[in-house]
């Protein structure tokens, strides 16, 4: 594992944990997020790390996926909240001087399969 998964291995368990000043800590000073969905941009470490620690209710994340591809890392995540939220989300980090520097973001809520297409597909568990 490269030292940036492990950065980002790291990052994902303290959310889960909720521990925010541990979170802020792995962030660079100019830290930015973009949730491309809700058209929101949260620039420093500080708005990143409030806008989660007061979003409704507590969330629990299981890292499904991690890959590196150049100097960004890759993550899916599935994210399950006592508020009933399930979710999952793919999200872009870059780096700089050692800190994460940057995550892109994009969330998927899970849905049956339409009928009209199972002649096609398996479904799985």
Do not use: C
């Amino acid at each position: 594992m490269t030292e940036k998964q492990s950065l980002i291995k790291t990052f994902w368990q303290l959310m889960s944990d909720q521990q925010w000043e541990a979170v802020k800590a792995l962030l660079h000073s100019d830290f930015v997020a973009v949730w491309p969905q809700s058209k929101e941009k949260m620039f420093g470490s500080e708005n990143f790390v409030s806008v989660n620690k007061y979003y409704p209710g507590n969330h629990k994340i299981q890292l499904i996926h991690i890959h590196v591809a150049e100097d960004k890392v890759f993550t899916t995540i599935w994210i399950e909240a006592d508020t009933g939220q399930q979710t999952f989300a793919n999200s872009y980090f870059e780096f700089k001087d050692g800190k994460i520097f940057s995550a892109e973001e994009y969330w998927a809520e899970p849905y049956e399969a339409p009928e009209w297409r199972k002649q096609w597909v398996e479904e799985y568990q």
